[in-house]
């Protein structure tokens, strides 16, 4: 097994190889208005980290989210485009399941909450660091303060709002490498990964204007 794990539904532009028992190379890097331009560059890096080509891959994994569309929809085709070159199935996990992995937290319940923007988070909850309980959903923090209070908490949009998340901590960002090592486990395990659609949770930014008007040649 050779897991090729990359991420952009945060800021963090993350990919990781896995071959089946440990991470072998992996790279990070917060900026979020480059995904598409640090993606592909981080592939490589990882792969020559490794000494290995794309070719050796026998698996894509590639968070869905929930996350902005521009940034998510970067990595789930890059996945999508490297399955289908390779001819290896693509794997999807929820983003958040990848940060509350990296949290280690053994028992819960305890809440990962993502930076959504418009004053909202993305946010789950979890009886342990493998176990989702609710979620994912996007909400303004005050609006669920009274059902994640007490709870610790993890990821950007906890740290936003310490006045909802007062326990949250770090890690703050997905990493490529927890996603690729959860992924490694529920393969290792017989489970099956969902597919590698988006979770959006809402509409994009950009829409189609209201009674637009319609030119059309004389």
Request: charged share 20%.
């Amino acid at each position: 097994m050779l897991l090729l794990a990359l991420d952009t539904a945060t800021p963090a532009v993350t990919v990781a190889l896995h071959d089946g028992t440990d991470v072998i190379a992996s790279s990070s890097q917060v900026d979020a208005r480059r995904h598409g331009e640090l993606l592909l560059p981080a592939v490589d890096r990882v792969l020559t980290e490794a000494g290995l080509k794309l070719e050796a891959v026998t698996g894509i994994v590639v968070g869905t989210g929930p996350g902005p569309y521009t940034g998510l929809r970067v990595g789930l085709m890059t996945a999508d485009t490297f399955g289908l070159a390779l001819g290896v199935p693509v794997h999807g996990l929820c983003t958040l399941d990848g940060l509350a992995y990296a949290a280690d937290i053994e028992k819960g319940p305890f809440v990962v909450a993502t930076d959504a923007r418009r004053k909202e988070v993305y946010w789950a909850t979890y009886a342990d660091s493998r176990t989702r309980l609710t979620g994912p959903a996007v909400d303004r923090p005050a609006d669920i303060a009274e059902r994640v209070a007490g709870l610790p908490a993890v990821g950007a949009g906890a740290l936003l709002y310490p006045d909802t998340f007062p326990r949250a901590h770090e890690p703050e960002h997905v990493s490529a490498a927890s996603l690729a090592s959860l992924a490694a486990e529920k393969l290792a395990a017989g489970e099956e990964l969902t597919a590698p659609r988006p979770l959006y949770l809402r509409r994009p930014d950009a829409q189609v204007p209201k009674n637009y008007k319609v030119v059309t040649p004389k």
